[in-house]
T-cell receptor
Framework: DGGITQSPKYLFRKEGQNVTLSCEQNLNHDAMYWYRQDPGQGLRLIYYSQIVNDFQKGDIAEGYSVSREKKESFPLTVTSAQKNPTAFYLC????????????FGPGTRLLVL | GNSVTQMEGPVTLSEEAFLTINCTYTATGYPSLFWYVQYPGEGLQLLLKATKADDKGSNKGFEATYRKETTSFHLEKGSVQVSDSAVYFCALYAATGGYQKVTFGTGTKLQVIP
């Protein structure tokens, strides 16, 4: 089955630690996105990538970094500079020219120890 | 810039009641409009969409009509079930400066009680 996978489901970060969230898709989609969701709030865009080796900052990119070395993979690193990382992180992808429908992964919940 | 405003929740309804969740938008050009649903602890799923004015999107008994004159895309269902309890997000999609971005509303939590 085609889809988007995110791992791990839960992730714990210690003070001063960088952690990386995985996002993989086998839908052959061109664009990929990372969102942050806080309790009772909507989705805020962290980074997005339209093609391999290219990505753009979203609305809340500070304290995060990404890479897009392969079409199917778009990992997100939460760095120690992100002082309030506790949130639910969602990865999504879209197919170019398909009208903007986004397909979402199941999410990763990041907690700070 | 683009924006989406949807009614605040939570919305609590009895089973078989009529549902309306309001959504209005601000955008330049001709965006596509979406409703997504999120069940607890999961990612979002597309519920329905409309790509041009007067289009009606429908799925699983839910409907929404793209109203350009009122810049609205309200979600409706004639008879809700307990299984419809979730958070509903209104969203718009438009190409901005060559990049394709989706703008989401803040979500409306729906709770249906038996």
């Amino acid at each position: 089955d085609g889809g988007i996978t995110q791992s791990p489901k839960y992730l714990f970060r210690k003070e001063g630690q960088n952690v990386t969230l995985s996002c993989e898709q086998n839908l052959n989609h061109d664009a990929m996105y990372w969102y942050r969701q806080d309790p009772g709030q909507g989705l805020r865009l962290i980074y997005y990538s339209q093609i391999v080796n290219d990505f753009q900052k979203g609305d809340i990119a500070e304290g995060y970094s990404v890479s897009r070395e392969k079409k199917e993979s778009f990992p997100l690193t939460v760095t120690s500079a992100q002082k309030n990382p506790t949130a639910f992180y969602l990865c999504a992808s879209t197919l170019a020219g398909a009208g903007g429908t986004q397909y979402f992964g199941p999410g990763t919940r990041l907690l700070v120890l | 810039g683009n924006s989406v405003t949807q009614m605040e929740g939570p919305v609590t309804l009895s089973e078989e009641a009529f549902l309306t969740i309001n959504c209005t938008y601000t955008a330049t050009g001709y965006p596509s409009l979406f409703w997504y649903v999120q069940y607890p602890g999961e990612g979002l799923q597309l519920l329905l969409k409309a790509t041009k004015a007067d289009d009606k999107g429908s799925n699983k008994g839910f409907e929404a009509t793209y109203r350009k004159e009122t810049t609205s895309f309200h979600l409706e269902k004639g008879s809700v079930q307990v299984s419809d309890s979730a958070v509903y997000f209104c969203a718009l999609y438009a190409a901005t400066g060559g990049y394709q971005k989706v703008t989401f509303g803040t979500g409306t939590k729906l709770q249906v009680i038996p």
